[in-house]
Nanobody, 127 residues
Framework: QVQLVESGGGLVQAGGSLRLSCKPS????????MGWFRQAPGKEREFVAA????????YYADSVKGRYTISIDNAKNTVYLQMNSLKPEDTAVYYC????????????????????WGQGTQVTVSS
């Protein structure tokens, strides 16, 4: 059982930056992919970014490409989501998630592919 602990959310003005962190509770050898999703009020949860733990290949939603960066610090066993040039429409609860089974690149944007989820962290961008 993998537990994911997120941190780093908060309130920021438009144009500002935040960095979210997600730390798995156990050794990462079982984790193939880490992803970030977000859910805005009244909307469905949507894919934001993903990274393969081995190799570091990254994947982004078009809406955040060029503004967000997902990365892994293996020494700290932590995944980060650096969010720059934030917009009010980025306001949402952000969730990290992990895949420990098969991880096909063309399926990483689907919630159903992820085996474990964090509790979520609120990001609010004011205009």
């Amino acid at each position: 059982q993998v537990q994911l602990v997120e941190s780093g959310g908060g309130l920021v003005q438009a144009g500002g930056s935040l960095r979210l962190s997600c730390k798995p509770s156990e050794r990462t050898f079982s984790i193939l992919v880490m992803g970030w999703f977000r859910q805005a009020p009244g909307k469905e949860r949507e894919f934001v970014a993903a990274i393969r733990w081995s190799g570091g290949s990254t994947y982004y939603a078009d809406s955040v490409k060029g503004r967000y960066t997902i990365s892994i610090d293996n020494a700290k066993n932590t995944v980060y989501l650096q969010m720059n040039s934030l917009k009010p429409e980025d306001t949402a609860v952000y969730y990290c998630a992990a895949i420990t089974s098969r991880a096909l690149s063309n399926r990483l944007m689907y919630e159903s592919e992820y085996d474990y989820w964090g509790q979520g962290t609120q990001v609010t961008v004011s205009s």
